[in-house]
């Protein structure tokens, strides 16, 4: 009986050890390595699905995507309270202390309804638009209405690309309707015969209108061809050096089969 009991402790400590270590792979069962990403709006539906992917086939990761900003997303990598912060703005200069690793490039598209009839804008006329000097769809060979402007808000980094991009030293009018996402945007102005706003190319659907700048689309054919002037980067950043763990899911987006997830999202790869 002694051997029975000897034996059966035998067997269970075995499969205890197995099921806590493979030590033909080095792979520790049952603990999911985390990383935590947040920041930038533009960025975030096309991390998430990029995540969703790399996944898939990597069981022990676990990858959470949040949003907040650009600004906010950077500050919290500065805090060292994630791992991992998305800009789709250039870092500043007291930011630039960060490790930064540009993913891919976006276009900055001003958006209309499908049902307002104006195909092309010339940059002054945006600028008037945004800054509150034209106020008035007439102004621009339309309709008797007033035009229903919308901004990002502060810290934003499409908000800031728009500024460096387009706006150059004009303000944005502080009576603008001011949105926190690129999705709010959107949907405001697929409801909106009237509005006008400006959001990632990469996330233009058939619910609204790209209009073209001084004569030139918001096109990835543009874009490639640099006839279309308002890109941006989008990036990652890190406190430092990334870990081996946080490394390998940069990897895999700078990776073949990443960059072709972006590019099948309408973003320009790298």
Known sequence: MSKIIGLFFLILSTILLSSCNDNSTGVTHGKKHTITIAGSTSVMPFIEKLSEHFMVDRPMFRINVQGGGSTAGIMACLNKTIEIGMSSRQLKQ????????????????????????????????????????IKNWKELGWI?????????????GTRGSFEDLIMKSEEIYDGIMVQDSNGSVREIVATDPYAIAYISLGLVDDRVRSLSIDGVSASLVNIRAKKYKFVRPF?????????????????????????NIFKKEGLIGI
Do not use: M, W
């Not at 008797?144 to 934003?156: C, L, P, Q, V, Y």
């Not at 406190?239 to 073949?256: A, E």
């Open 94 to 133: 007291g930011e630039k202390v960060l490790n930064s690793i540009t993913i891919c490039y976006d276009g900055i598209s001003v958006i209309v309804h499908p049902e307002n009839p104006i195909r092309e804008l010339t940059l002054k006329q945006i600028r008037g638009i945004f800054s509150g000097k």
């Open 144 to 156: 008797d209405r007033k035009i229903d402007a919308i901004t990002r808000e502060e810290g934003s």
């Open 235 to 259: 990036l990652f950043v890190t406190n430092g050096p990334p870990n081996k763990i946080v490394q390998t899911y940069i990897d895999f987006i700078l990776s073949v089969d990443g960059q």
